[in-house]
C-alpha cells in the first residue's frame, strides 16, 4: 500500500513539473497579443485562439483570456465551438503524448481510482496546471479512452459555455471588470465542489466501517 502511494505521489508530481517548468523558464505566452494579430479575419482568429488553447496542455497559455476573447470576437457559438475544440484537441494531445512516452513503464505505474479521477479530470478543467497535469496522468496511467474523452468534453463544454457567453456578453459592452472576474471565480467554484464530494465520500466511508 505504502509502494503504491508513493508511486502514485511521484506521477502527480511530474504531471504538475510538465507545465509548471514552461512556466518558469518562459513565463506566460502573450495569447492575447498573437490573437490582436489577427483580429481582421474570423477565421483567422478562430483558428488561432483554438492553436493557443491546444498547446495551452504543454506550454502557459492564458486559457481564460483566449477563451474570452475568442467568445468576444466571434459571439458565442463560433467562440464555444473554437474553445471546446482547442481545449479537447490538448486533452487528446496530452494523453497521448503521455501514454506513448510510458509504454514501457507501464508496469510499473500506479491505479488510480477511476471514479476519482474522472471526477477530477471534470472538475479541473478551469483550474491552471491542475487541468493540464490530469491529462498527462490519465495518459501514464493508461486510462480507457472513452471515458476519459467523455469526461473531458463534458467540463471542456462547461468551461468553454462560460468563458464564451463571458466574452460575448461583457467585453463588447466594455465592461471588462466582470469580464475578467468571472473566469477566475471558476477554479474557485471548481475547488468547492471538489471539497464537498471529498467531504461525502469521506461520510460515506465512515457509515460502512463496522
Not at 491505479?111 to 487541468?131: D, M, N, Q, Y
Amino acid at each position: 500500500m505504502h509502494g503504491q502511494r508513493t508511486r502514485q505521489s511521484l506521477v502527480i508530481i511530474a504531471a504538475l513539473l510538465i507545465p509548471i517548468l514552461p512556466f518558469v523558464i518562459i513565463g506566460e505566452l502573450p495569447g492575447e497579443k498573437w490573437l490582436s494579430a489577427a483580429d481582421d479575419d474570423a477565421l483567422l482568429f478562430g483558428l488561432t485562439g483554438s492553436g493557443l488553447l491546444l498547446a495551452d496542455i504543454l506550454l502557459p497559455v492564458p486559457s481564460s483570456i483566449v477563451g474570452t476573447l475568442l467568445g468576444a470576437r466571434l459571439g458565442f457559438l463560433a467562440g464555444f465551438l473554437s474553445v471546446w475544440i482547442g481545449l479537447m484537441g490538448g486533452n487528446v494531445l496530452g494523453y497521448s503524448l503521455a501514454r506513448l512516452a510510458m509504454t514501457r513503464l507501464r508496469a510499473w505505474f500506479p491505479v488510480f481510482p477511476t471514479r476519482t479521477t474522472l471526477a477530477l479530470v471534470f472538475l479541473s478543467r478551469p483550474v491552471p496546471v491542475i487541468a493540464e497535469a490530469m491529462s498527462l496522468t490519465a495518459g501514464a496511467t493508461r486510462m480507457a479512452v472513452l471515458p476519459y474523452l467523455a469526461a473531458c468534453a463534458a467540463g471542456n463544454a462547461l468551461y468553454a459555455l462560460v468563458l464564451a457567453a463571458n466574452g460575448a456578453t461583457f467585453i463588447p459592452q466594455a465592461w471588462v471588470g466582470p469580464g475578467l472576474v468571472v473566469p477566475m471565480l471558476l477554479p474557485v467554484a471548481a475547488w468547492l465542489i471538489w471539497r464537498k464530494l471529498v467531504g461525502q465520500n469521506r461520510s460515506s466511508e465512515r457509515e460502512q466501517q463496522p
